[in-house]
DNA sequence: ACATTAATTGTGT
DNA sequence: ACACAATTAATGT
């Protein structure tokens, strides 16, 4: 596990606390779709990803729909997570792994620790709010203008490069409960986009050319 | 290889 | 949003 966490941080944390992370932190790793946090959850600890890729969701308690808000990748961490250990509040959302994932559970009481001791992990985690924040503000742009194609467009070049392939192996129904739109919707946009070359459709299949 | 069926996708109102 | 038509994949004979 030491081994695994230098490679994909040794120039974002010191050696000194890469060893910490390593005796402390519990490696757990998800197969694809399941869920690793839900809403309501009390949070205990903290994940750091080390392969993989997690979708971070919201859901409506009104129609049960859902909302794929962004997804993690390695590097990340969770932005909701960093709020709660300072706060105590639950889960306001769910985490599933959009694929094989690994990561590292840190205890939360730690990170607080680690905010005082290590320069590193202090801008790591302002950083991770930064980013985070942005995607959100981005996701919330495309809501209000209710401009729901370059959302649809954004899904599925972030589902292909997540993927590590033009091709991605959706109904236009998942897509809709993600988007928290509905299926015939999402068809006609669909279409559309391979009118403009954008995509092609196959069933149960989207090759997303460019996605990179 | 063909027919049947279920699921997914396309389109008009 | 709804209903229905068309297409495709899966399965049995």
């Known amino acids: 596990m030491l081994k695994i966490l230098k490679e994909r941080y040794q120039y974002v944390f010191e050696a000194k606390l890469i060893e910490e992370m390593a005796s402390i932190g519990n490696y757990r790793k998800f197969k694809e779709d399941t869920i690793i946090m839900d809403i309501g959850d009390s949070i205990e600890y903290m994940p750091l990803l080390l392969s993989g890729s997690i979708k971070i ?56 620790d680690w905010i005082i001791q290590y320069e590193t992990w202090r801008v790591f985690v302002f950083e991770s709010y930064n980013t985070r924040l942005n995607e959100m503000l981005e996701a919330i742009d495309n809501l209000a203008f209710n401009n729901t194609e370059e959302r649809l467009y954004k899904y599925l070049t972030d589902k292909a490069f997540i993927a590590k392939s033009p091709n991605i192996i959706v109904t236009h129904f998942q897509i809709a409960s993600e988007l928290n739109s509905s299926r015939v919707v999402i068809s006609r946009l669909l279409k559309k986009l391979e009118r403009d070359g954008k995509i092609k459709l196959h069933r149960n299949l989207i090759e997303v050319p460019n996605y990179y």
């Not at 509040?89 to 559970?105: D, F, G, N, P």
């Open 57 to 112: 969701m919201r859901e409506d308690e009104e129609d049960g729909g859902e909302l794929l808000l962004y997804y993690l990748e390695v590097g990340d961490t969770c932005a909701m997570t960093l709020n709660c250990c300072l706060r105590k509040t639950k889960s306001q959302i769910r985490a599933v792994a959009e694929i094989y994932t690994e990561l590292i559970m840190i205890p939360v009481h730690k990170m607080v």
